[in-house]
């Protein structure tokens, strides 16, 4: 068991970017779909250590066709003084990264709005946007 920490739109990304891959396996390697290949929600809820090994900076997806397994790696961020960044690589069922994506999309759907303007997130009483010029009102208005 392991704990990594990336931001919401790494998530988002990544979501998205796994969504894109599986569909070009089913075009390019047809498979044949098992209602047991789907891991259960609860399967996908956090759990202790939540002390994070360490922030991800960098996501790659592969596929192994022999096996018909995806691969996620990603990468410690790099930091000043950091001699060589920790990887980890987690090799899954197509099913299973699936349901990593649903669920990616599920949580960060759940979380703040994001402003159009200056990308950070909107507290439910608004939020001081520098890109506002000063104005309270949203421009668009």
Sequence with gaps: MITLKLEKEQAMVLASSVIELLEELDEKYPRLQSKFDKPLTSDLMLREPMEPAFVIGQIGLGYDQEQDL??????????EGLEKPATARFWTTRAQIQALSDHTLEVASKGRPICPLCDSPMDPEGHFCPRSNGHEKPLWS
């Design 70 to 79: 995806v691969v996620l790696v990603v990468q410690e961020i790099e930091f």
